[in-house]
């Protein structure tokens, strides 16, 4: 696959992001997404490189910076905001766009609970998607219209924190004649594969309802591995490789094949 091919310059824009990291939807479906990090503050940044083939046949390949500023406040119960920056660079077929994307901004309560000895923790959202990204791009970097967004992110965590089970659920609310609300949904389990490495696989649903494209679907696996440096450095920064792989999908407007990875460097503050 083209992903592999990749691969090399995946590490390199890999230790750019880490040193820039160093001194919020499904599709951020993660290792402990439902929990609060240690300090009140979080800076988010990831870069994604994906390669597709959409309904007209042709490929799309995309390179996305998104910079997400998270905030979330309290012990059991609180609040957790946050804005999301991103920047694409897209390439399909002959055409060529880059600059800023849609933004995206949400703000809801969050509460962490004992399930038995096990902690069951949830975030929740009520947000927007601003139309900040140029729509006569070609190809767009924009919708040009202002959806709203409900979402939530859980996390179930054994006693011994050996093993997680983390999910995430989100429904967008679309602005325009016959643009399909979007549904999304994902699961991920796995947990402690040694003191610094995570590791954590599952499916990621998208549906479309309602509009001219309701019903159709794809389904991608994510294979998930965190790495959190020992002593007090894993306190305020740990990293994350995603890997995307489409594995099914029904409707004229669904991806026909695709896959992508992601690198996330996180800092706390």
């Known amino acids: 696959m083209k992903i592999i091919k990749i691969l090399k310059k995946a590490a390199v824009i890999g230790a750019l992001a880490?040193?820039?990291?160093?001194?919020?939807?499904?599709?951020?479906?993660?290792?402990?997404?439902?929990?609060?990090?240690p300090?009140?503050?979080?800076?988010?940044?990831r870069i994604n490189y994906s390669t597709k083939e959409i309904p007209s046949g042709e490929n799309v390949d995309s390179f996305t910076n998104n910079l997400i500023f998270k905030y979330?406040?309290?012990?059991n119960k609180g609040t957790f905001a946050f804005v999301n920056l991103p920047y694409k660079v897209i390439k399909s077929g002959e055409y060529n766009s880059s600059g800023i994307g849609d933004i995206s901004l949400g703000i809801g309560p969050r509460f962490e609970t004992k399930l038995k000895e096990n902690k069951l923790g949830f975030l929740t959202?009520?947000?927007?998607?601003?139309p900040t990204g140029n729509k006569n791009s070609?190809?767009?970097l924009g919708t040009g219209r202002t959806d709203y967004k409900l979402g939530l992110f859980g996390t179930l965590l054994s006693e011994s924190k050996k093993y997680e089970a983390d999910m995430a659920?989100?429904?967008?609310?679309?602005?325009?004649?016959?643009?399909?609300?979007?549904?999304?949904?994902?699961?991920?389990l796995g947990g402690k594969v040694d003191d610094n490495l995570r590791?954590?696989?599952g499916p990621i649903i998208n549906l479309k309802s309602g509009g001219k494209n309701d019903g159709d679907y794809t389904v991608n696996g994510r294979i998930n591995v965190r790495y959190t440096p020992s002593g007090d450095i894993g306190k305020k920064m740990h990293f994350e490789l995603w890997y995307d792989h489409l594995l099914g999908y029904q409707g004229k407007?669904?991806?026909?094949?695709?896959?992508?990875?992601t690198l996330v460097g996180r800092l706390n503050f």
């Open 253 to 261: 407007s669904s991806v026909k094949d695709g896959e992508a990875l």
């Open 169 to 188: 659920l989100d429904y967008t609310l679309t602005e325009g004649k016959g643009v399909s609300d979007e549904i999304n949904a994902g699961l991920v």
């Open 72 to 75: 979330w406040d309290g012990t």
């Open 138 to 140: 070609k190809p767009a």
């Open 125 to 130: 959202y009520l947000g927007a998607v601003l």
């Open 199 to 201: 590791l954590v696989a």
């Open 39 to 45: 300090t009140k503050f979080q800076v988010d940044n």
């Open 18 to 37: 880490l040193a820039i990291t160093l001194p919020v939807s499904v599709k951020a479906q993660s290792v402990f997404n439902g929990l609060k990090g």
